[in-house]
């Protein structure tokens, strides 16, 4: 059994999400910033480790808070305290062990509708009292900290953490453009690919001496990357466009006449989806209002981490209604409304995502035209300097392929959500199942998202 946690504050409250998460059977956690003269758990760990000797996983999040934020924050010693607690209980039984596993949880835009996210498990942490007797109790608390770091060190191999947005914003592109395969690329390649140069610009940001860098990287010409990156994408961002739509050129003739068609398409979508989307507008408009409720609740920057979770349950809440009302509306026909209703909303929600998709591709070339042929020349002059400046940093400093297109275009596996080249992209569009997706930053907008929120730097 797999024993969740969350904190106290959100507990006993009256709402779905409060009543749901204690239906479910989830431990309270007392914070000491909500309880500042009442944070005791004993009681609650004491239950927890008897769990954990029986044979049940317990789910910990270590940095005890949610927040929204590009790096991970100083992670909590709960974690280890528990693994040292449970060692010296069971100090006598040699065949005892306890196995750690750390997750690392990687979203492209967490606080929007469809974002994919990629949850990567690392190397498992095992303990027994006898290959880790200095964690067994008493304990000096200097192993207590060393576990933690090294707990914060795997979590961190398996996400973006970085201590602005900025570095990740310009490390994305920096994969994009060396890489710019889109969805051909597995997403889990694609997090590991951006990481790699995460890593890079993070450490040549510090000074001279530190960090673990070859000797012939030079850091004054990775900064410099790093700082005309940040700059084209501030551009792009201003234009509302993606790095995609520099990248391959495109004739004025040929953007008028793919807008016409999108228009088209759009029209037809339209048509198509009005009845489904009727039954979806009350579903949309209850989990706008819960989030709009709930980012009121506190600064933004700390609310946007939960946001996808009140989406989730209210959606599920108000849909479950939805469904409700329609076969009691039809009960004389309730044997056709039953199964197809949901059929109905199901492919309302593709097809609604293919008309958002072309919506923003329109808007797109619209933008495209807008910014005018000067412009746009010097801007892939721009673009083609930067692609080799990262391409030579890429493969001298990183020692990744030189052919990046065709080695990532032919890792083995399907994964999910992945285009496996040019007749799947094509077939994918029509799919019932899952929508095609360009590039993994796509999310349900009708806006390219091409940044991350502002913050104060």
Same mark, same amino acid.
Not at 386 to 397: E, G, K
């Given at each position: 059994?797999?024993?969740?946690t969350a904190?106290?504050?959100?507990?006993?409250?009256r709402? @779905?999400?409060?009543?749901?998460?204690?239906? #479910?059977?989830t431990?309270?956690?007392?914070?000491? &910033?909500?309880?500042?003269?009442?944070?005791?758990? #004993? +009681?609650?760990?004491?239950?927890?480790?008897?769990?954990?000797?029986?044979?049940?996983?317990? !789910?910990?999040?270590?940095?005890?808070?949610?927040?929204f934020?590009? +790096?991970?924050?100083?992670?909590?010693?709960?974690?280890?305290?528990?693994?040292?607690?449970?060692?010296?209980?069971?100090?006598?039984?040699p065949?005892?062990?306890?196995?750690?596993?750390? !997750?690392?949880?990687?979203?492209?835009?967490?606080?929007?509708?469809?974002?994919?996210?990629?949850?990567? @498990?690392?190397?498992?942490?095992?303990?027994?009292?006898?290959?880790h007797?200095? %964690?067994?109790?008493?304990?000096?608390?200097?192993?207590?900290?060393?576990?933690?770091k090294?707990?914060?060190?795997s979590?961190?191999s398996g996400t973006?953490?970085?201590? *602005?947005?900025?570095l990740?914003?310009s490390?994305?592109?920096?994969?994009?453009?060396?890489?710019?395969?889109?969805?051909?690329?597995?997403?889990?390649?694609?997090?590991?690919l951006?990481?790699?140069?995460?890593e890079?610009? &993070?450490? !040549?940001?510090?000074? +001279?001496?530190?960090?673990?860098?070859?000797?012939?990287?030079?850091?004054?010409?990775? $900064?410099?990357?790093?700082?005309d990156?940040?700059?084209?994408?501030?551009?792009?961002?201003?234009?509302?466009?993606?790095?995609?739509?520099?990248?391959?050129?495109?004739?004025?003739?040929?953007?008028?006449?793919?807008?016409?068609?999108?228009?088209?398409?759009? !029209?037809? %979508?339209?048509?198509?989806?009005?009845?489904?989307?009727?039954?979806?507008?009350?579903?949309?408009?209850?989990?706008?209002?819960?989030?709009?409720? /709930?980012?009121?609740?506190?600064p933004?920057?700390?609310?946007?981490? +939960?946001?996808?979770?009140? &989406?989730?349950?209210?959606?599920?809440?108000?849909?479950?209604?939805?469904?409700?009302?329609?076969?009691?509306?039809?009960w004389?026909?309730?044997?056709?409304?039953?199964?197809?209703?949901?059929?109905?909303?199901?492919?309302t929600?593709?097809?609604?995502?293919d008309?958002?998709?072309t919506?923003?591709?329109?808007?797109?070339? /619209?933008?495209?035209? =807008?910014?005018?042929?000067?412009?746009?020349?010097?801007?892939?002059?721009?673009r083609?300097?930067?692609?080799? =400046?990262v391409s030579?940093?890429a493969?001298?400093?990183?020692?990744?392929?030189?052919?990046?297109? &065709? /080695?990532f275009?032919q890792i083995?596996? $399907?994964?999910k959500? =992945?285009?496996?080249?040019?007749?799947?992209?094509?077939?994918?569009? @029509?799919?019932?199942?899952?929508?095609?997706?360009?590039?993994?930053?796509?999310?349900?907008?009708? /806006?390219? *998202?091409?940044?991350?929120?502002?913050?104060?730097?």
């Amino acid at each position: 059994m797999l024993r969740m946690t969350a904190k106290a504050s959100i507990f006993g409250q009256r709402n @779905f999400t409060s009543w749901l998460i204690e239906a #479910t059977g989830t431990v309270p956690i007392k914070r000491r &910033k909500d309880n500042p003269e009442d944070a005791d758990n #004993t +009681e609650v760990m004491t239950k927890l480790m008897e769990a954990l000797e029986g044979g049940d996983a317990v !789910c910990l999040f270590p940095e005890g808070i949610s927040r929204f934020h590009p +790096e991970i924050a100083p992670l909590k010693t709960g974690v280890a305290r528990m693994i040292s607690d449970v060692l010296g209980r069971n100090r006598d039984n040699p065949d005892f062990e306890i196995a750690l596993l750390p !997750c690392s949880i990687t979203y492209m835009h967490r606080q929007h509708f469809r974002s994919d996210v990629l949850v990567s @498990f690392q190397r498992p942490m095992i303990f027994s009292p006898k290959t880790h007797p200095e %964690l067994v109790p008493p304990v000096d608390f200097a192993h207590i900290k060393a576990l933690t770091k090294d707990l914060q060190g795997s979590i961190s191999s398996g996400t973006l953490d970085a201590p *602005k947005w900025h570095l990740i914003r310009s490390a994305k592109l920096a994969a994009r453009m060396y890489a710019p395969l889109g969805t051909l690329m597995p997403l889990g390649e694609y997090v590991r690919l951006t990481r790699k140069f995460l890593e890079l610009f &993070k450490a !040549c940001q510090q000074d +001279e001496g530190s960090g673990t860098l070859p000797q012939e990287v030079d850091r004054a010409a990775v $900064r410099q990357i790093c700082a005309d990156l940040k700059a084209y994408q501030d551009q792009l961002a201003h234009w509302g466009i993606k790095d995609d739509r520099i990248r391959r050129p495109m004739r004025r003739s040929t953007a008028l006449y793919r807008m016409s068609i999108r228009l088209a398409w759009l !029209c037809l %979508l339209g048509s198509i989806s009005l009845p489904g989307l009727l039954l979806w507008a009350p579903i949309f408009a209850t989990t706008y209002v819960a989030v709009r409720n /709930y980012k009121k609740t506190g600064p933004i920057l700390d609310t946007w981490d +939960e946001i996808a979770q009140y &989406k989730l349950i209210y959606g599920l809440l108000s849909g479950g209604i939805v469904y409700a009302v329609v076969v009691l509306m039809t009960w004389p026909i309730a044997f056709i409304t039953i199964p197809m209703t949901p059929a109905l909303m199901w492919i309302t929600l593709r097809w609604f995502e293919d008309l958002v998709a072309t919506f923003r591709a329109f808007v797109a070339l /619209y933008r495209l035209l =807008r910014v005018g042929k000067p412009a746009l020349k010097q801007m892939r002059e721009r673009r083609l300097d930067l692609y080799s =400046r990262v391409s030579n940093v890429a493969v001298s400093a990183l020692g990744l392929p030189d052919e990046p297109e &065709k /080695y990532f275009s032919q890792i083995e596996g $399907r994964h999910k959500g =992945r285009i496996l080249g040019e007749w799947d992209g094509r077939a994918r569009y @029509f799919s019932l199942k899952r929508r095609r997706k360009r590039d993994w930053d796509e999310v349900l907008r009708l /806006y390219e *998202k091409v940044d991350y929120p502002s913050e104060d730097d």
